[in-house]
T-cell receptor, first 113, second 116 residues
Framework: SQQGEEDPQALSIQEGENATMNCSYKTSINNLQWYRQNSGRGLVHLILIRSNEREKHSGRLRVTLDTSKKSSSLLITASRAADTASYFCATDATRAGNTPLVFGKGTRLSVIA | EAQVTQNPRYLITVTGKKLTVTCSQNMNHEYMSWYRQDPGLGLRQIYYSMNVEVTDKGDVPEGYKVSRKEKRNFPLILESPSPNQTSLYFC???????????????FGPGTRLTVL
């Protein structure tokens, strides 16, 4: 399985601090994506980084990708209570079969005001 | 507004009572799929459809059926639900299978199903 694995499983920080979540995967990829899920709601696409990119920014989000280590990290700077959610990495599996995305198990982030 | 809708959002039922969860998208997407989400297991794909009348099994298809008679609708059918199908279900759609892998997959709001 190419499933990504997020680390840590849960993270609790104070508002204003930075939050870092990591994702590791097993096989080569075309791209890696991060999704956000508010409790019991649908997933929302946050950012995509392609295999030939090393770093990407979007607002307070910074994603890095190290294909040699098969890992990615998501950094949320200056966190807010509204950032409380679960965050999932997903790898592009379109070459491998019928599932376009393989999701990790997620990191649950709690930002305390 | 472009969206994926699911109904019902919440459902409590009993073992063996057939049910259908509807999914509809208004974006003229070809690719649609169903996922289930369980604690500690992440999202797992149940069934997918590349286009009208074209459906296939995902990673966890047992106990489920789907149909794709129209482009916009992709209902998930549980002929004889069992307690191990208690889960949070998501429908998703994309213009194509390939674009789904490139970040352009839209998710519905989810259906929380409890089978007693």
């Amino acid at each position: 399985s190419q499933q990504g694995e997020e680390d840590p499983q849960a993270l609790s920080i104070q508002e204003g601090e930075n939050a870092t979540m990591n994702c590791s995967y097993k096989t080569s990829i075309n791209n890696l994506q991060w999704y956000r899920q508010n409790s019991g709601r649908g997933l929302v696409h946050l950012i995509l980084i392609r295999s030939n990119e090393r770093e990407k920014h979007s607002g307070r989000l910074r994603v890095t990708l190290d294909t040699s280590k098969k890992s990615s990290s998501l950094l949320i700077t200056a966190s807010r209570a509204a950032d409380t959610a679960s965050y999932f990495c997903a790898t592009d599996a379109t070459r491998a079969g019928n599932t376009p995305l393989v999701f990790g198990k997620g990191t649950r982030l709690s930002v305390i005001a | 507004e472009a969206q994926v809708t699911q109904n019902p959002r919440y459902l409590i039922t009993v073992t063996g009572k057939k049910l259908t969860v509807t999914c509809s998208q208004n974006m003229n997407h070809e690719y649609m799929s169903w996922y289930r989400q369980d604690p500690g297991l992440g999202l797992r794909q149940i069934y997918y459809s590349m286009n009208v009348e074209v459906t296939d099994k995902g990673d966890v298809p047992e106990g489920y059926k789907v149909s794709r008679k129209e482009k916009r609708n992709f209902p998930l059918i549980l002929e004889s639900p069992s307690p191990n199908q208690t889960s949070l279900y998501f429908c998703a759609s994309s213009l194509s299978f390939w674009l789904a892998g490139s970040g352009e997959q839209f998710f519905g709001p989810g259906t929380r199903l409890t089978v007693l």
